[in-house]
């Protein structure tokens, strides 16, 4: 008897607690780039509204500075998230043959954003990549050898980590940025953007360990960071590693028995695309810090695929 009127103690607590809270989050504004057509940013926008934020998907493009004062000036938000920026399609090959579009958007759009919020006093989220390093001498694979937010980036095989690395040293020079190093974020749907998705429609896939960013686990810690303050820059993944065959293993034990694929080398890979791939780890450890129930990707990515296969037996697939 005891033990039911303490549990519904608790959840009286619980449930004051979520009204009051819910209650404070209602004056709360969000404003978010990339939350209207951006899959990392819809994501958001979701997430922000069942928390009971207030948010605005952003209609000003990045490109526009005066279009992004005139928005901001008219939202009035606490908080800039931009999800928004240029990664190609089908995937970063494109940014080769497009590099001034590039540059416009994953350079000078998102400093016109960050200035801009700046000059307002405003903090801004900014998802960024993990793709900016490389295994090497130093960082061999499957030692425990992983890359910091103090390493200097070391990769600039593509046109697109280019950029990246680029914007991220100016990035650093502002002190209202919170930049999240996102690498291959996965998801439990199968988005055309999902990192799995991607993997099971290629022909050949290489294998190597990688550190990835499961979006369940994360999206949710994003906004806590943005909501604490957090500034600088972090590796934004799960901890550990994994790799591709693992991850086709997986898919085609809880989704796809039928499903088969190959495996060739990083070299022959490199010969049929426009620009290299970055494979590295990231360490984790600042963001354990904050978080240290994070769980690691070797945990978590069978969740992923559990609720993924739930998602595809209720489409009758």
């Known amino acids: 008897m005891k033990t039911l009127i303490k549990l519904a103690f608790l959840l009286c607590l619980f449930l004051s607690f979520g009204s009051s809270h819910a209650k404070e989050n209602s004056d709360t504004v969000f404003l978010v780039w990339g939350g209207k057509s ?7 926008v979701v997430l922000l509204k069942e928390q009971g ?6 209609e000003s493009r990045l490109e526009n500075r005066t279009d992004i004062e005139n928005e901001i000036a008219k939202v009035q938000p606490d908080y800039i998230i931009n999800a928004a920026g240029v990664t190609g399609t089908p995937n970063v090959d494109w940014c080769e043959d497009h590099q001034q579009q590039t540059i416009r958007t994953n350079i000078i759009g998102t400093l016109n954003l960050v200035d801009v919020a700046y000059l307002h006093d405003l903090p801004v989220t900014n998802f960024g990549t993990g793709c900016i390093y490389e295994y090497d001498q130093d960082h061999p694979m499957y030692s425990n050898a992983k890359y910091t937010e103090e390493d200097e980036p070391n990769f600039t095989g593509s046109f697109y980590s280019k950029t990246k690395v680029w914007l991220e040293k100016l990035l650093n020079s502002y002190t209202n940025v919170l930049n999240l190093r996102l690498r291959m974020p996965i998801s439990s749907d199968l988005h055309p953007k999902n990192f799995i998705t991607k993997i ?11 550190s990835m960013s499961i979006l ?11 909501l604490r303050g957090l500034r600088g820059n972090y590796n934004f993944v799960n901890p550990g590693v994994i790799s591709h065959n693992q991850i086709l293993d997986l898919y085609k034990k809880y989704v796809d028995q039928s499903f088969a694929y190959e495996n060739f080398t990083i070299e022959e890979q490199d010969r049929i695309l426009k620009s290299r791939r970055s494979n590295n780890q990231l360490d984790t450890e600042k963001l354990e810090k904050e978080f240290p129930e994070l ?21 009758g697939k």
């Open 295 to 315: 769980p690691g990707i070797q945990n978590s990515i069978h969740n992923v695929f559990e609720k993924m296969a739930l998602t595809e037996k209720k489409n």
């Open 216 to 226: 369940d686990d994360l999206l949710p810690i994003s906004i806590e960071m943005t």
């Open 38 to 44: 951006g899959w990392i940013g819809q994501k958001l």
């Open 53 to 58: 934020y207030k948010v605005h998907a952003a």
């Open 200 to 210: 099971t429609k290629y022909q050949k896939v290489i294998d190597i360990p990688n």
